[in-house]
C-alpha cells in the first residue's frame, strides 16, 4: 500500500496569514493526489483534485502544487472559516490512502 | 440535489454482522463507481471499499478484507456495505463517497454523505 504522510500534523496561524501543508507519498503517484477540508462534525469536501485542479465552488485562496511523491496545499490568505482539518488522498492505487491530517487553527 | 444518505448504523456485539446502506439522489448512479471510508473517533480517514459502475471491479483495504462485502443495486440507485465479524477497530462513522468522474474507479471524491455511525461492544 502506498503511505501518505503530512506535515505539520497542526499548526496555528493568523488570519491573512500564508498556510502551507506537505505531503509526501512513499512512492510515486504523478499527480494522483487529492486534498480535503473537514469541519468538525461534518464530512470532508474536496478542495483539490490531481494535486493542483481547483473542484468548482471553492475560493481561489486555496491551492495545491506537486508531482511525484511531494506535494504542496496553501492558504493564501487564511480566514476565521478555514478553521478545519486537512487531509491529502492518493488515488493512484487503491487502496486509496489518505494522509493522517492537518489541524490548522486561529492563533 | 446530489444527495447520499446512509443508514444501518447502531450498536453491535464483537463478531456479529451489520449492512449500511447508502441511497443516492440527484445523479446518475451507474454512471460512478461508488465508496466507503470510515472514520474513527477523533482519527483521521480510512478508505474501506470501493465498487465500479458495473460492479466488475472491486477492492478492499487490507483491514476489512475477508470480513466485509460491498455491493450494489443499480436499479434502487443503492450501495451496500456487509460487514461480518465485526471488532472493536470497526467502530466508526462510515461514509459512502461518490468519485467526480464517470466509469473510473478511482479519483476524488466530489460528493459524501453524512454517515453513519458503527460501535462495535459488548
Known amino acids: 500500500d502506498i503511505q501518505m504522510t503530512q506535515s505539520p500534523s497542526s499548526l496555528s496561524a493568523s488570519v491573512g496569514d500564508r498556510v502551507t501543508i506537505t505531503c509526501q507519498a512513499s512512492?510515486?503517484?504523478?499527480?494522483?493526489l487529492n486534498w480535503y477540508q473537514q469541519k468538525p462534525g461534518k464530512a470532508p469536501k474536496l478542495l483539490i483534485y490531481d494535486a493542483s485542479n481547483l473542484e468548482t465552488g471553492v475560493p481561489s485562496r486555496f491551492s495545491g502544487s506537486g508531482s511525484g511523491t511531494d506535494f504542496t496545499f496553501t492558504i493564501s490568505s487564511l480566514q476565521p472559516e478555514d478553521i478545519a482539518t486537512y487531509y491529502c488522498q492518493q488515488y493512484d492505487n487503491l487502496p486509496e490512502t489518505f494522509g493522517p491530517g492537518t489541524k490548522v487553527d486561529i492563533k | 440535489e446530489v444527495q447520499l444518505v446512509e443508514s444501518g448504523g447502531g450498536l453491535v456485539q464483537p463478531g456479529r454482522s451489520l449492512r449500511l446502506s447508502c441511497a443516492a439522489s440527484g445523479f446518475t448512479f451507474d454512471d460512478y463507481a461508488m465508496h466507503w471510508v470510515r472514520q474513527a473517533p477523533g482519527k483521521g480517514l480510512e478508505w474501506v471499499s470501493g465498487?465500479?459502475?458495473?460492479?466488475?471491479?472491486?477492492g478492499y483495504a487490507d483491514s476489512v478484507k475477508g470480513r466485509f462485502t460491498i455491493s450494489r443495486d443499480n436499479a434502487k440507485n443503492s450501495l451496500y456495505l456487509q460487514m461480518n465479524s465485526l471488532r472493536a477497530e470497526d467502530t466508526a462513522l462510515y461514509y459512502c463517497?461518490?468519485?467526480?468522474?464517470?466509469?473510473?474507479?478511482?479519483?476524488?471524491?466530489?460528493?459524501w454523505g453524512q454517515g453513519t455511525m458503527v460501535t462495535v461492544s459488548s
Open positions: 512512492q510515486d503517484i504523478s499527480n494522483y
Open positions: 463517497a461518490k468519485p467526480r468522474e464517470v466509469v473510473v474507479i478511482r479519483g476524488a471524491f466530489d460528493i
Open positions: 465498487i465500479s459502475w458495473n460492479s466488475g471491479s472491486i
